[in-house]
């Protein structure tokens, strides 16, 4: 149900998720408080467990479970599963199952992050609500079926395991280091990586340009790329979802396909799948 500006007010089986709202509210709260309590140390704690958690978001969490772009070793495949929770962005079973359905209703109404209800809803406000018809488990599973099957990868989907993970890291980087270091390693990095992630699903269905004529609005956003390990090349990758690299032009900088291309050389990433050769 669109308003006249081409904005969408909720539908009618979505319900605002006062503990989403309440976490996301505080998180951003305790990463402005920890931008006033620097150290050199809390910076590389925000740097590792940035590229660590958003590698598992990239590596593990998309192309490698939702796309199925790759093959690993099983134990690789629970590394970046455990990497990717750490992001706090869902379970990897929610999370696999929801992109599953952006790509399948890309920029219409079943889109969780539909970029024609608007910049703010697509960027934030759809992690607000609560809507059965891409949040119930059977919904998820009907999506994921791969991960819900594999009985660690469920495990990791549970939300005591979620909240577990994030307060162990937490509770260590705080008794070895010092509180600063636990903001930064913390809530500092979840809201700067939130954002970079929710760029992807706003600032790349909106502005950049296009290798491919598609049929919804994701465009590549060059300076989306960088600060997500190449995701932001989303027109590139709405074109062929099922390979793994996301630049296709020499200098479309992709770290995620690095990484891929790195396991590959040493004999851990196999069966990978490439795009046809881009033509002008």
């Given at each position: 149900m669109k308003t006249n500006k081409g904005r969408a007010a909720p539908n009618e089986s979505e319900e605002l998720d006062w503990g989403i709202i309440v976490f996301l509210t505080v998180?951003?709260?305790?990463?402005i408080v920890g931008l006033f309590n620097f150290s050199w140390k809390a910076l590389a704690a925000f740097a590792i467990f940035y590229v660590i958690s958003g590698m598992g978001i990239t590596f593990g969490f998309h192309r490698l479970?939702?796309?199925?772009?790759?093959?690993?070793?099983?134990?690789i495949e629970y590394v970046a599963a455990f990497a990717g929770t750490l992001a706090l962005q869902g379970s990897v079973l929610q999370w696999v199952a929801h992109h599953r359905m952006h790509h399948a209703f890309s920029d219409a109404t079943r889109d969780p992050h539909d970029s024609s209800r608007g910049f703010w809803f697509s960027h934030l406000f759809w992690t607000c609500y609560n809507d059965p018809g891409r949040d119930d488990f059977a919904v998820q599973k009907k999506f994921a079926r791969d991960i819900a099957a594999?009985?660690?990868?469920?495990?990791?989907?549970?939300?005591?395991?979620?909240i577990g993970a994030q307060l162990a890291l937490g509770t260590a980087l705080w008794y070895f280091f010092g509180v600063e270091v636990m903001l930064w390693g913390i809530f500092v990095r979840l809201v700067a990586l939130y954002h970079a992630t929710w760029f992807v699903n706003s600032a790349a269905h909106l502005w950049g340009y296009r290798n491919y004529e598609v049929g919804d609005r994701a465009t590549n956003c060059w300076w989306v790329g960088l600060i997500t390990f190449g995701e932001g090349w989303h027109n590139n990758h709405h074109a062929f979802s099922n390979v793994a690299p996301a630049g296709h032009r020499w200098w479309e900088i992709d770290t995620t396909w690095m990484l891929i291309k790195t396991l590959s050389w040493v004999g851990l990433a196999r069966d990978i799948k490439l795009p046809p050769p881009y033509k002008s």
């Open positions: 998180a951003h709260i305790l990463a479970f939702t796309h199925r772009s790759f093959k690993v070793p099983k134990w594999d009985r660690v990868l469920l495990f990791m989907s549970h939300d005591a395991f979620l």
